[in-house]
């Protein structure tokens, strides 16, 4: 990463043929571990704002298309088996395809859909085949990698606040406060899941908690705060099985939801004194995201069942950022399943929906899956990070699915 950035710095091709050089030397090498983390990595810098790193965008696809291009090798030579649940996205790409031809930005519509389809590829079959060879290693290994970007970015909040603040908020290493809230709630999902199958990593896991929850607090994420209080609150009852759940989903919700019908979300705040921490004013516009929403809503009117491909949305939202420069809207949709609609149409959001709890049913444990599943799906309603592939978020979504479909509830060994 030191010599990308260097040559990021002197020219941007540079660091995009070092890339490509060093990952042909690793795969040739069968340096998969060390080519995913890297990966992972990669992913991560690429979301920040900062003019040093900015370079890292144009290296996402490069890495992704080389780990892909490994899959397909591993593929090629018995060593990893085809997953047939892969077809499942088929449908949702034929119908993006579609869509791309009908879109005002073909060309980045075309790029975003075969990104798309070559992550979810390298996904369900190069995942599987890392955890296979190195086991816990691996899984460990991207939990530190976690642990480090949110420590490295609490230690430059102190020494360096103007590169980890963004208009007075904590952002750590992310773009922004928002993203890192995001980041912190599917790496809070993926310890969890880590703690679950490895208690004896105790040590490891409370480090990683102790850094999620700083990180959160300071950011003052709202949807991350919520997403993990909900999925710890959900987990408490789940994991006693069926008398919890009952009374959980009979008994606790119901009275909860009356309480929220009688006394308004903002006066419970207000009373518990947190109305500055959590920006109560703007809870009921939800810091721009209904408006947002309202215009998105506009335009899956006039597309409503395939859409105009992926990006369609950025296109719009870009040709109309004038008209939101007095409002509390920064840009985008803020919510993954209106994206979807928007630029895939009902179709296509139905397709992909199909494919997601494919996946969903094959994952083990139920009393952890349920509650990382509706956090999960929790804050994606909150912003679009689902469609898009090459961001930090989409990822560790995935990482966690592979895990419980993967892993042995009780022997911790990986099935074929």
């Known amino acids: 990463m030191a010599m990308l950035w260097v040559m990021g710095m002197i020219f941007t091709a540079l660091s995009n043929m070092y890339l490509m050089l060093v990952g042909l030397v690793w795969l040739q090498k069968r340096k998969d571990k060390e080519m995913f983390i890297l990966f992972l990595l990669i992913l991560t810098l690429g979301d920040s704002r900062l003019d040093s790193l900015q370079f890292i965008k144009g290296l996402r696809p490069i890495i992704l298309v080389l780990l892909t291009a490994r899959t397909l090798g591993l593929f090629a030579g018995g060593k990893i088996k085809f997953d047939i649940t892969f077809l499942l996205i088929v449908p949702f790409c034929m119908v993006a395809l579609i869509g791309a031809f009908r879109s005002p930005v073909l060309v980045s519509s075309l790029t975003r859909l075969f990104s798309y389809a070559f992550f979810i590829f390298m996904v369900l079959h190069y995942l599987p085949y890392l955890m296979s060879r190195y086991g816990k290693e691996i899984l460990l290994d991207i939990l530190r990698l976690g642990m480090l970007i949110l420590g490295v970015g609490l230690i430059l909040a102190v020494l360096s606040p103007s590169v980890t603040y963004l208009v007075g908020r904590y952002r750590g290493l992310m773009g922004n406060p928002n993203g890192l809230g995001i980041y912190s709630t599917l790496l809070y999902g993926f310890t969890f899941v880590i703690r679950e199958f490895y208690p004896e990593e105790k040590k490891v896991t409370n480090w990683a908690f102790a850094l999620i929850l700083a990180s959160i607090l300071i950011s003052q994420s709202r949807t991350a705060l919520g ?190």
Do not use: C
Not at 370 to 397: C, D, G, H, K, R
């Open 227 to 416: 997403a993990i209080g909900i999925f710890t609150f959900i987990y408490l009852f789940h994991r006693n099985g069926f008398p919890g759940i009952l009374l959980l989903w009979v008994i606790i919700v119901p009275m909860g939801l009356i309480i929220l019908r009688y006394f308004s979300l903002e006066g419970i705040v207000q009373g518990v004194g947190l109305e500055e921490y959590l920006r109560v004013e703007s809870l009921t516009t939800g810091t721009g995201r209904f408006l947002a929403w309202s215009v998105g809503l506009y335009y899956i009117n006039e597309n409503p069942w395939i859409g105009k491909g992926f990006a369609y949305e950025v296109y719009v939202f870009k040709q109309l950022s004038e008209n939101f420069i007095a409002t509390e809207h920064q840009g985008g949709m803020h919510n993954s399943y209106l994206t979807f609609l928007m630029n895939n149409g009902f179709l296509g959001l139905g397709f992909y929906l199909i494919f997601l709890i494919g996946q969903f049913l094959r994952m083990r444990r139920m009393g952890i899956t349920f509650p990382f599943i509706f956090m999960a799906l929790l804050s994606a309603t909150f912003e679009s990070w689902l469609t898009s592939s090459l961001n930090a978020f989409t990822i560790m979504f995935f990482l966690v699915v592979i895990v419980m479909i993967h892993l042995k509830p009780k022997s911790n060994t990986l099935i074929a």
